[in-house]
Antibody
Framework: EVQLLESGGGLVQPGGSLRLSCAASGFTFNSYAMSWVRQAPGKGLQWVSGISAGGSGSYYADSVRGRFSIFRDNSKNTLYLQMNSLRAEDSAIYFC?????????????????WGQGTLVTVSS | QTVVTQEPSFSVSPGGTVTLTCGLSSGSVSTSYYPSWYQQTPGQAPRTLIYNTNTRSSGVPDRFSGSILGNKAALTITGAQADDESDYYCVLYMGSAIWVFGGGTKLTVL
């Protein structure tokens, strides 16, 4: 059974930093692209960032490029999202998702398995 | 900036058929956008329904189907059930490893 367990969310002041983690199990982690998708309270889903299976390619939505960094440790089956210069509009549930990107030589154009999410609140 | 459009809300009677759409603020949706669809109930993570326009995800009943209708991607629910009452999101691949979600459609079954 595929499991994605996010952690690291919490309350942070504007301008602060936070690192999210996603522990993956139940599949061959290093064979799949991974993504972060967020959802502000009462709002819709927003793709945030993706990373290729091997970690060599990383991609960002315009709203977070330059502030967020996605990376992965395939030896630990863990995905990360380093979030710097946080703003109030970054407040959301952040979902770790399998899919969305290059897995070897093929692109997975959709998001398959979703974690339950971790809540990030940016407020003073 | 390209916006992915969805109906904000829709209602369907139990047993009825409903088609939700996913369009672009500028241009037409084609299979080259690899449209996919997700169902989300309050407080839950999204569930993948349809990908690559019309492929059902594992375990999804065949009353959910995807297609291209005119210049939009479409999700059709045939024989709607009470537990289909959810938010439905589409997402389009924009190229260069960028994805954009639509704003979502709140489906009411009554």
């Amino acid at each position: 059974e595929v499991q994605l367990l996010e952690s690291g969310g919490g309350l942070v002041q504007p301008g602060g930093s936070l690192r999210l983690s996603c522990a993956a199990s139940g599949f061959t982690f290093n064979s799949y692209a991974m993504s972060w998708v967020r959802q502000a309270p009462g709002k819709g889903l927003q793709w945030v960032s993706g990373i290729s299976a091997g970690g060599s390619g990383s991609y960002y939505a315009d709203s977070v490029r330059g502030r967020f960094s996605i990376f992965r440790d395939n030896s630990k089956n863990t995905l990360y999202l380093q979030m710097n210069s946080l703003r109030a509009e970054d407040s959301a549930i952040y979902f770790c998702v399998e899919g969305g990107g290059w897995s070897g030589s093929a692109v997975k154009y959709h998001f398959d398995y979703w974690g339950q999410g971790t809540l990030v609140t940016v407020s003073s | 900036q390209t916006v992915v459009t969805q109906e904000p809300s829709f209602s369907v009677s139990p047993g009825g058929t409903v088609t939700l759409t996913c369009g672009l603020s500028s241009g037409s949706v084609s299979t080259s956008y690899y449209p996919s669809w997700y169902q989300q109930t309050p407080g839950q993570a999204p569930r993948t329904l349809i990908y690559n326009t019309n492929t059902r995800s594992s375990g999804v009943p065949d009353r959910f189907s995807g297609s291209i209708l005119g210049n939009k991607a479409a999700l059709t629910i045939t024989g709607a059930q009470a537990d289909d009452e959810s938010d439905y999101y589409c997402v389009l691949y924009m190229g260069s490893a960028i994805w954009v979600f639509g704003g979502g459609t709140k489906l009411t079954v009554l």
